[in-house]
């Protein structure tokens, strides 16, 4: 199957600073990529749909000024979240729809897991 | 609204079978999808149904009615390592996934 690989797999920052996230498509050219946080003992939830070449589109409640996206290439999205604070400690995830399997299905990024402290 | 639910926990017994049930109401279907996520993990595909009918792959199987809004996944011949979540998902009209909030299945030997 396609391969999604997402990096750094855990990062633990001082509040207030920014983490980059990166989402990469490595054997396949994705025009979307979805970025999900997961709180311990949830299920997935969708902060937002990054588009390449365009701007993401944000959940209802997301700040975009917080969590920045960009999606410069076909194969690359990268989620900054700036200014964290420990509230924003959560487990991210990134996924991208390979166009050559079914319409909808999603390959997943190993998963960031952000501590701010 | 969009609502997706599914039992917060099972617990079941090595070597034996395992049914856990999904029921949705979205606007629009365009599929259901099975993922089986471990602890600290991302998700992992397990199966999609688009029409009614079951779909085996090996020990997994998944049943889907289109009518009643319901599909299910089966687990045979459970292993300690089928121990993770399992979350449903749709997709509704517009290709976006609605996901459930997970079964945490916990395999006792």
């Known amino acids: 199957g396609a391969v999604v690989s997402q990096h750094p797999s855990w990062v633990i920052c001082k509040s207030g600073t920014s983490v980059k996230i990166e989402c990469r498509s490595l054997d396949f050219q994705a025009t979307t990529m979805f970025w999900y946080r997961q709180f311990p003992k949830q299920s997935l939830m969708l902060m937002a749909t990054s588009n390449e070449g365009s701007k993401a589109t944000y959940e209802q409640g997301v700040e975009k000024d917080k969590f920045l996206i960009n999606h410069a290439s076909l194969t690359l999205s990268t989620l900054t979240v700036t200014s964290a604070h420990p509230e924003d400690s959560s487990f991210y995830i990134c996924?991208?729809?390979?166009?050559?399997?079914?319409?909808?299905?999603?390959?997943f990024g190993q998963g960031t897991r952000l501590t701010v402290v | 609204g969009q609502n997706i639910d599914q039992p917060t926990e099972m617990t079941a017994t090595e070597g034996a079978i395992v049914q856990i049930n999904c029921t949705y109401q979205?606007?629009?279907?365009?599929?259901l999808f099975w993922y089986q996520q471990h602890a600290g993990e991302a998700p992992t595909f397990l199966s999609y149904?688009?029409l009614d009918g079951l779909e085996e792959k090996g020990r997994f199987s998944s049943f889907l009615s289109r009518s009643k809004g319901y599909s299910y996944l089966l687990l045979k011949e459970l292993q300690m390592k089928d121990s993770a979540s399992y979350l449903c998902a749709v997709s509704d009209s517009n290709y976006q996934l609605i996901w459930g909030a997970g079964t945490k299945l916990i395999i006792k030997p």
């Open positions: 149904n688009v």
């Open positions: 979205t606007s629009g279907f365009n599929g």
């Open positions: 996924s991208a729809r390979d166009p050559r399997a079914s319409d909808t299905e999603a390959f």
